[in-house]
């Protein structure tokens, strides 16, 4: 019985560990998946909206949604960027005042007797929560993989200077950025094919040099060898904006 115990603070102090680490990696996948919950939340109304009272001309339904549409969006104007998406910030903030607008110019038309005013500010509403949407969403899943690698590395490990983890990541982003490079754009970006296959291979022959470079070095060189990985990766951003 003492030795049960005994064990039982023990146990205690390797449980409160065990939660210690796993709070950083929960926050680690938090910060590098690109989605917003209030975005995904508000999915639930604007579909019946969109997709059953818009087209079925329900100006009852319609005006019966709106209390719902302004309580989901405050939550989408309070909502924060994942940090794998900081680059975007600017453009979320451009979007999310036009969809503030949109959904306030709904609750007017629902509040008011003009049926076809209501119409247009629901499909103007559906719009910027598409825009919104698309925004965040990410252009191919193969670049939002490499994408997730390559934050850690470039916003955790460089400026820790931790090149054993740099290292031990190398083959992994070589192998994100080879799926990348082999990717099959959906028909809508076909127009864009050629310059993706030009920066999607500069990218992966970055990573490739980069993996060879931390293999025998450390600092500069290899500092330099991630900054030209990132660039390479904003460049292949570039050929969709």
Request: glycine share 2%; net charge negative.
């Amino acid at each position: 019985m003492k030795k049960i115990l005994h064990l039982a603070p023990v146990c205690v102090l390797l449980f409160a560990a065990g939660l210690m680490t796993a709070e950083p990696l929960r926050a680690q996948v938090e910060e590098t998946e690109s989605s917003v919950p209030a975005l995904i939340a508000f999915h639930d109304i604007i579909y019946p909206i969109w997709h059953t009272a818009y087209p079925e001309k329900n100006y009852a339904d319609l005006r019966s949604y709106a209390p719902e549409v302004k309580s989901l969006a405050e939550k989408i104007y309070a909502a924060q960027l994942p940090g794998i998406l900081r680059d975007k910030e600017a453009k979320w903030k451009e979007g999310v005042a036009e969809f503030k607008k949109a959904v306030d110019d709904y609750a007017a038309a629902s509040s008011g007797t003009d049926d076809g005013a209501l119409l247009q500010a629901a499909e103007v509403l559906h719009a910027r929560y598409e825009m919104l949407v698309r925004i965040v969403r990410p252009i191919l899943k193969e670049m939002d993989d490499f994408h997730k690698v390559l934050y850690i590395i470039y916003h955790k490990d460089l400026p820790d200077k931790d090149y054993a983890k740099i290292k031990a990541s190398a083959p992994e982003l070589v192998t994100k950025a080879e799926a990348v490079m082999t990717a099959t754009l959906p028909a809508r970006l076909e127009p864009k094919k050629e310059d993706f296959k030009a920066s999607a291979t500069a990218l992966y022959k970055a990573s490739k040099a980069l993996a060879k470079i931390v293999e025998t070095q450390t600092g500069p060189p290899v500092d330099a060898a991630v900054e030209n990985v990132h660039a390479k990766y904003q460049d292949l951003v570039k050929v969709f904006e």
